[in-house]
């Protein structure tokens, strides 16, 4: 049996990032930026107020001070989204607002704090402008003054090709004046439940059955970690069903063909022996605990991830394996999931294989600790509902001690966790 490393290895083998295509800016949150993106234009465009104040030439402010003001001659108001044709000629000034260009002649701004103008009502300042304002500050020249291009210089490399896109780039984006962008593709995701015995979600509970809950946690992760979920439902474990079912799913331009169950050694063998007759299988097996049965092959090109039926195992096998594929195919180089090393709060017991044992995570005082969720079996999925993190118990380790640290694989970070 192969190890999770070696699995993890031979799967993402298969995979490399997908073609770019053009969206609307909001639309690349997440993803990962297809195109180097120049800016065509100096930002900001002009030079421009960084404070509500005076615009000044800092020559005429020399020595002021709160004991010995200077008063300059008040010549015209500018407002942001305004130009103004007065000039800042020396002895006078111009009432300027934050984000208002700054007047020819000018080279430094006052904070209105700083002047004269500070002390009169609002209502006063609003209804009569001043004729003349006592300055309480030298300024140098260019204070206040944000410059043309002071963020982004015209012809420069903005977003290189490769960045991934956060809100801040998008706002940068916007503000060069791209609407669309170059990102690469959402992987197409199939998945398709199998078993005799499952109900789909509105089915009333009947004797023996049991609703398909994977198909939707499956989903789920694929929604979060960026690709598009085609869902085929169920299919039952018949060669002509699941035949039936696996050409559904191909027809529909998939990137990933995900199965759940039916490749465990006690099962009837129909989900195997279609996969082995539809498709080349690599290994149907991983030394890891929860999670044994899991299958890796290509099927008429598309590589396929037959996910172990166990609500838990199939959660757990997805991180380990299904989400770095995805990452890889959306062109992201950072796929180790966040990782903590905590003290463990109670004995934990191994079986010989690599263990993922749910835990919640807290920290306190600095330090991280980790206990179980409680009940380990893979088909209580609540413990997962519970969870926030999986420890890592490595291969060979047969007990981990209370007070010893492991590693823990963190689910939710770090919407979930104090940092
Ligand atoms: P299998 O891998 O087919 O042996 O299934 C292992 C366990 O997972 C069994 O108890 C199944 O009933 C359960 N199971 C299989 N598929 C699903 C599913 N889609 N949703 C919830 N449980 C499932
Ligand atoms: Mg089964």
Do not use: C
Not at 27 to 46: G, N
Not at 329 to 354: C, F, Q, Y
Request: proline share 6%.
């Amino acid at each position: 049996m192969i190890s999770v490393e070696e699995a993890l290895e031979h799967i993402l083998r298969h995979f490399k990032p997908l073609e770019p295509e053009e969206v609307e800016i909001l639309e690349a949150l997440d993803r990962v930026l297809a195109e180097d993106v120049y800016s065509d234009v100096d930002i900001p465009p002009f030079a421009n107020s960084a404070m509500d104040g005076y615009a000044v030439r800092a020559a005429d402010t020399a020595g002021a001070g709160r004991e010995n003001p200077v008063t300059l001659r008040v010549v015209a108001d500018v407002a942001a989204g305004h130009v103004t044709e007065a000039r800042v000629e020396p002895g006078t000034t111009i009432r300027i607002m934050t984000g208002a260009p700054l007047p020819e002649g000018a080279d430094a701004v006052i904070r209105v704090e700083d002047t004269g103008d500070w002390a009169r009502s609002h209502r006063e300042r609003g209804r009569e402008p001043a004729t003349q304002v006592e300055i309480y500050h030298a300024a140098e020249p260019g204070e206040h003054v944000r410059p043309a291009g002071e963020d982004i210089r015209q012809g420069e490399l903005v977003l290189p090709k490769g960045t991934l896109i956060r809100a801040q780039e998008i706002g940068v984006l916007a503000s060069l004046g791209r609407s669309t962008v170059s990102v690469i593709r959402r992987p197409r995701v199939a998945i398709l439940a199998t078993g005799d015995e499952l109900l789909t979600i509105d089915e009333p509970v009947r004797p023996g059955k049991i609703r398909n809950s994977n198909e939707y946690s499956n989903a789920a992760l694929v929604q979060r970690y960026g690709g598009i979920p085609i869902r085929l439902g169920i299919a039952r474990d018949s060669v002509e069903d699941l035949t039936a079912k696996i050409n559904e799913g191909l027809a529909q331009r998939v990137d990933l063909f995900l199965t759940s169950a039916g490749v465990s050694v006690g099962d009837y063998d129909v989900v195997k022996d279609v996969l082995n007759a539809e498709g080349e299988m690599h290994f149907w097996q991983v030394r890891m605990k929860p999670g044994k049965p899991l299958a890796f092959g290509l099927i008429r090109g598309v590589p396929l991830i037959g996910l172990p039926g166990n609500p838990v195992s199939s959660m757990v096998s997805f991180e380990q394996f299904v989400r770095p594929a995805m990452l890889v195919m959306e062109g992201k180089t950072r796929l180790a999931k966040p990782t903590v090393e905590a003290i463990l709060e109670e004995d934990v017991t191994n079986s010989g294989r690599r263990h993922f044992v749910r835990v919640i995570v807290e920290r306190r005082e600095g330090q991280y600790y980790a206990r179980t969720t409680g009940g380990q079996g893979s088909g209580v999925l609540t413990s997962m509902v519970k969870a926030n993190g999986l420890a890592i118990i490595p291969e060979g380790v047969e007990l981990v001690k209370a007070g010893e640290r492991v590693a823990v694989q963190m689910l939710d970070w770090p919407e979930n966790v104090e940092i």
